[in-house]
């Protein structure tokens, strides 16, 4: 007959839970997410630059580490988001039109004859909806922008491989911590 005893297994596990907690300190959580959210942002620039037209949005993938949201050596966060500054700047203000697609609304060009100036946003909105409508029903085309997304394909098509890296990176810096 064979016995087992369920305690001395119990106590190994504990054992090498708290070394293993032991040698996962903040660095480590850093090292390892990191090197997760590098590979998407890796992969949101190769995407974006299949659509590229002047490489602001390409230069403008970042990766940062959300302070707020982290927690020392428990948990540490890493966003892949796009640098987003005023119209004009060398930041890719538009990035979420070119993700997601948007309705293209021309210049206000529309002025109000009681006071001179261009009318208001609402009754230019209004006016373009109306131009819309005729140009469709005139089959001209249509006036939204097709998405081109670079940001979700990157994370559906390499969500398996970060957990791997980060798999690895974990035990190389387990390895290196335990000499």
Do not use: C
């Not at 190994?12 to 090197?35: F, G, K």
């Not at 050596?73 to 070119?98: E, F, M, N, S």
């Not at 109000?112 to 009318?119: H, M």
């Amino acid at each position: 007959m064979i016995e087992f005893d369920p305690a001395s297994l119990i106590q190994a596990v504990q054992e090498t839970a708290s070394q293993v907690t032991d040698l996962v300190d903040e660095p480590v959580l850093r090292a390892v997410a990191y090197s997760g959210a590098d590979l998407f942002r890796d992969q949101a620039k190769q995407n974006a630059l299949d659509n590229k037209k002047t490489g602001v949005l390409y230069n403008n993938i970042i990766v940062k580490r959300l302070e707020e949201e982290s927690d020392g050596d428990k948990k540490q966060v890493y966003l892949v988001t796009v640098r987003k500054g005023p119209r004009g700047g060398d930041d890719a203000y538009y990035w979420r039109w070119v993700e997601f697609g948007h309705k293209v609304v021309g210049e206000n060009r529309n002025i109000d004859p009681r006071t001179g100036r261009k009318t208001n946003w609402e009754a230019h909105r209004e006016a373009e909806a109306k131009k819309r409508r005729e140009a469709i029903s005139a089959e001209f085309g249509s006036a939204t922008v097709e998405e081109q997304p670079f940001m979700r394909p990157a994370f559906d098509n390499r969500k398996a491989d970060a957990m791997d890296l980060m798999t690895r990176t974990l035990a190389e810096q387990i390895a290196r911590n335990s000499r």
